[in-house]
Nanobody, 123 residues
């Protein structure tokens, strides 16, 4: 299966910013809608953001509150997530995803996934 490769996670202080990057393992991948999910220990995988294959439409979880921005290159099917004003509750493993079938807010509907990148926000 085609894999997505993620980078950009790390350990930061509350209020800081991080930019996550995602790209496909094959040059011919896509174009697909792209998305980001996150999963904290003991919790289910949670929708964060998504972008249409054309890049013209974006969707965000309520907890983002204007702090995060998803962007993409619709030719190469990359997806970036700019995260600002990070809070300790944002601490989680963040996963890149591609090609949803049906409701994009449900993790089980996405066909391709990255390995996850750890984001830790300290108080």
């Amino acid at each position: 299966q085609v894999q997505l490769v993620e980078s950009g996670g790390g350990l930061v202080q509350a209020g800081a910013s991080l930019r996550l990057f995602c790209s496909a393992s094959e040059r011919t991948f896509g174009p697909y809608p792209m998305g980001w999910f996150r999963q904290a220990p003991g919790k289910e995988r949670e929708f964060v953001a998504a972008i249409s294959s054309s890049g013209s439409s974006t969707f965000y979880a309520d907890f983002v509150k204007g702090r995060f921005t998803i962007s993409s290159d619709n030719t190469e099917n990359t997806a970036n997530l700019q995260m600002n004003s990070l809070e300790p509750d944002d601490t989680a493993v963040y996963y890149c995803a591609a090609d949803p079938d049906g409701d994009y807010k449900e993790a089980v509907n996405w066909n391709f996934w990255g390995q996850g990148t750890q984001v830790t926000v300290s108080s």
